[in-house]
């Protein structure tokens, strides 16, 4: 069994590295159309080279997993401005995919939790579409689309879950189906259990990127063991292993919330799991302190008897 770790958006190791500097609506309008799109660019144009610096720390620590920032591109959906961030950055987005593909970095986006396909209002359903369209413009300017993934929730429950998950397969509808073939679920802490989740994803062909602390958090009725089996199932024909979001609470009073680190512990329970089914996978990290959180997992994962590092980024047993 190999795992291999990655992290969310921001190395925290890099000095004024953000890949999410923004630009507000508000800002943009004082300074003016010429000014204000002149800072739209300058803003842009900072966060896609920060992101190539993370993935350069990445690839100088071995790590083949990422989740880049879905704010790379300020205001880019906003109904008032849509402008054109593909062809100023030609050059720069190609430069981006050619970096992961090189050194076999598999990408992923994940959307904000506005971008859903529960809802009862045909304009949030339009907004969510217009999100996905957004966020594969992204992969497909890098020229990663084909192996890269964007992973949403399932949504909200309006009252009416059962209405809700109806209501999902039919919205879902609206999506055009090469976007839809490189989304991912996932379940969530409050709402749609890995159970419930899951019947969503085998209904529509689509993997579900498991999250073991909203698992946790709002538990499914199936023994860990039976339920991971037939997640792992949904990843058969993506041709990829299978993703697990990995975190831990920050306190008993606060579970729901992200601790800075993670607890090995707490993860244990999935490893041994993870280890019973011989099931390779890659863990993304959504500790607070992102590559940090991670480096010192893989460093505590490492310790475990019959764990042994293989790479800067990860481990089999």
């Known amino acids: 069994m190999k795992i291999r770790f990655g992290f969310v ?17 508000k800002r943009y309008g004082t300074l003016g159309t010429e000014k204000g799109m002149e800072k739209l660019l300058d803003v842009t144009r900072q966060n896609i080279e920060n992101t190539l610096r993370v993935l350069q720390y990445n690839t100088a620590h071995q790590i083949e997993v990422y989740r880049m920032s879905s704010s790379i591109v300020p205001l880019a959906t906003h109904p008032e401005i849509e402008w054109d961030f593909i062809t100023p950055f ?5 430069q981006l995919g050619d970096w992961a593909t090189a050194h076999k970095m598999r990408i992923s986006f994940h959307p904000n939790q506005f971008t ?3 809802s009862p209002k ?4 339009q907004n969510a579409v217009k999100d996905m369209e957004f966020h594969y ?3 497909d300017a890098m020229g990663i689309a084909d192996t890269s993934f964007i992973n949403i929730h399932v949504g909200g429950a309006y009252g009416d879950k059962e209405s809700a998950l109806v209501r999902v397969h039919d919205n879902l509808k609206s999506l055009p189906m090469h976007i839809k073939e490189r989304m ?3 379940n969530d802490d409050k709402t749609y259990t890995a159970s419930e989740t899951l019947g969503v994803c085998k209904r529509e062909g ?3 990127v498991f999250d073991y602390h909203h698992h946790l958090a709002n538990l499914s009725d199936e023994p860990l063991n039976e339920l991971l089996t037939e997640v792992f199932t949904t ?6 292993v299978p993703k697990i979001h990995i975190s831990s609470p920050k306190s008993a009073g606060e579970f729901r919330s992200h601790a800075d680190y993670i607890d090995l512990d707490f993860i244990m329970p999935l490893f041994k799991v993870l280890k019973d089914l011989g099931q390779d996978a890659d863990f993304m990290i959504e500790a607070k302190m992102k590559d940090r959180a991670m480096l010192q997992l893989i460093e505590d994962m490492a310790k475990i008897r019959g764990v042994k590092r293989v790479s800067g980024g990860a481990i089999e047993c």
Do not use: V
């Open 122 to 125: 045909p304009e949030i359903t």
């Open 206 to 208: 689509i993997p579900l």
């Open 137 to 139: 413009k992204m992969l």
């Open 235 to 240: 990843w058969n024909q993506a041709g990829a």
């Open 184 to 186: 991912t679920l996932e």
């Open 9 to 25: 958006s921001n190395a925290t190791c890099l000095w004024e590295a953000s890949p999410a500097k923004t630009l507000t609506f």
């Open 90 to 94: 030609k050059k720069e987005w190609k």
């Open 116 to 118: 859903l396909f529960t």
